[in-house]
C-alpha cells in the first residue's frame, strides 16, 4: 500500500534520495535531512500507515519489528550505552508533519524534558 503523494513512500521507493541506516523487507530507516541531533535516524513502515491513530492489531508485528531494529542501530551505532531517545509524533497537535508513521531516533547529545 503506497500512497503517491507521501515524500516517505517516495523514499521508499527509491524516487527521492536518503542516506539509509537499516533495510529490511518491511522497514526502511535513513538520516534525517535536518537533524535534531548529531545522531538522527528516521524509522518507516514500508507499507502506508498515516499515524499511530490509524494502526490496526495486524501492524503490532510490524510496530514490534520497527522498535526491535532501533534497537539494534542504536547497539550498533555504540549509542546504547549513552542512551537515545525515540519520539513518534501523532497528528497535527502531536507535531506530525509527514502523515506516514515514523519514528525519530535521536542520540550524541544531551536531550532535555519536557522536549517542548
Known sequence: MKDPNC???KIIAKE???KI???NEE????HDISPQAPVHIV???KKHIVSLSD???EDSALLGNILVQIRDVAK???IAEN???VVNNTGKNGGQTVFHIHFHLLAERQLHWPPG
Open 76 to 78: 550498533n551505532l555504540g
Open 7 to 9: 515524500i516517505f513512500c
Open 16 to 18: 527521492i534520495p536518503s
Open 83 to 85: 542512551g537515545y531517545r
Open 27 to 30: 522497514i526502511l530507516a535513513f
Open 21 to 23: 541506516a537499516f533495510e
Open 43 to 45: 524509522f518507516i513502515p
Open 55 to 57: 494502526v490496526k492489531n
